[in-house]
């Protein structure tokens, strides 16, 4: 089993920056692609950025490309999403999410292909 806990979630004005965190703890997340997701009130979860399991390749959502960078540290067991230019629009719970250990060599996509989930943090964007 996998539990993962988020956090940096706050409430920051437009334009401003965030970084979430997901520690990943009862086993390693080292050899498993992982992703961020969020949903916002009346509205389906979404894919917002993914990282294969050795960090080398990421992907992003079209509405966040160029404002959020996805990071990990196997080592650490965490990974990170780092959010700049903050609109507000980008308020929502962001969740992370780990894939089972099924060999993937790139980042998914679907939330269908994870696994394990995160309680979510709370990332508020004020106008």
């Known amino acids: 089993q996998v539990q993962l806990v988020e956090s940096g979630g706050g409430v920051v004005q437009a334009g401003g920056s965030l970084r979430l965190s997901c520690a990943a703890s009862?086993?390693?997340?080292?050899?498993?692609?992982m992703g961020w997701f969020r949903q916002a009130p009346g509205k389906e979860r979404e894919f917002v950025a993914a990282?294969?399991?050795?960090?080398?390749?990421?992907v992003y959502a079209d509405s966040v490309k160029g404002r959020f960078t996805m990071s990990r540290d196997n080592a650490k067991n965490t990974m990170f999403l780092q959010m700049n230019s903050l609109k507000p629009e980008d308020t929502a719970v962001y969740s992370c999410?780990?894939?089972?250990?099924?060999?993937?060599?790139?980042?998914?996509?679907?939330?269908?292909?994870?696994?394990?989930w995160g309680q979510g943090t709370q990332v508020t964007v004020s106008s």
């Open positions: 999410a780990a894939s089972l250990p099924t060999g993937w060599s790139k980042p998914r996509v679907s939330s269908s292909d994870y696994y394990y």
């Open positions: 009862g086993r390693t997340v080292s050899s498993v692609v």
């Open positions: 990282i294969s399991w050795g960090g080398g390749s990421t």
